[in-house]
T-cell receptor, first 109, second 115 residues
Framework: GQNIDQPTEMTATEGAIVQINCTYQ??????LFWYQQHAGEAPTFLSY??LDGLEEKGRFSSFLSRSKGYSYLLLKELQMKDSASYLC??????????WGAGTKLIIKP | ETGVTQTPRHLVMGMTNKKSLKCEQH?????MYWYKQSAKKPLELMFV???????ENNSVPSRFSPECPNSSHLFLHLHTLQPEDSALYLC??????????????FGEGSWLTVV
């Protein structure tokens, strides 16, 4: 079966750095997405990785290793507004999006 | 303001009721989706429409009936639902149908409670 694993919940301190991991076992791979979802709001697109390596976008970076079936989202200089759920999704060989259950990130002052 | 709008935002219905969820996208996209989001579970794809034709139905019970009258509007008709159908229903759209690197844009969802 196809599976995406990410931690259920993480806690971090304002101003710090946090890394949210995502591991996947899918039928093929065509790309990996990260979305952010604040409580009661729409998931919003953060990043897309298709090649190995690190993609940096401001305070957020996303890393992919296809050989390891692994990605992480790195958030720097954490702000209170970063408290949200972070969803990892993989596009398999049929271009189906396989979703993780999301990681709830709690930022404390 | 999101490019994908959903109404109603909250809905409470009895198991014998008939109701509909509405979605409209203002992004000029050609594909629209219905997802179900339950607490601590992955998003479940329910239906996909591309150019107004249904291209995917992930074995969703017939008590959920989609309708896509044009590329900007999508409905989910609800009939004889069960309490376990209570969830957040998300509408989404993308430029093309399921394709590599095709970013999906979500609406804010309709919270459904079945009593």
């Amino acid at each position: 079966g196809q599976n995406i694993d990410q931690p259920t919940e993480m806690t971090a301190t304002e101003g710090a750095i946090v890394q949210i991991n995502c591991t996947y076992q899918t039928s093929g791979f065509n790309g990996l997405f990260w979305y952010q979802q604040h409580a009661g709001e729409a998931p919003t697109f953060l990043s897309y990785n298709v090649l190995d390596g690190l993609e940096e976008k401001g305070r957020f970076s996303s890393f992919l290793s296809r050989s390891k079936g692994y990605s992480y989202l790195l958030l720097k200089e954490l702000q209170m507004k970063d408290s949200a759920s972070y969803l990892c999704a993989v596009e398999d060989s049929n271009y189906q999006l396989i979703w993780g259950a999301g990681t709830k990130l709690i930022i404390k002052p | 303001e999101t490019g994908v709008t959903q109404t109603p935002r909250h809905l409470v219905m009895g198991m014998t009721n008939k109701k509909s969820l509405k979605c409209e996208q203002h992004l000029g996209h050609n594909a629209m989706y219905w997802y179900k989001q339950s607490a601590k579970k992955p998003l479940e794809l329910m239906f996909v429409y591309s150019l107004e034709e249904r291209v995917e139905n992930n074995s969703v019970p017939s008590r959920f009936s989609p309708e896509c009258p044009n590329s900007s509007h999508l409905f989910l008709h609800l009939h004889t639902l069960q309490p376990e159908d209570s969830a957040l229903y998300l509408c989404a759209s993308s430029q093309e149908g399921p394709n590599s690197g095709n970013t999906i844009y979500f609406g804010e969802g309709s919270w459904l409670t079945v009593v």
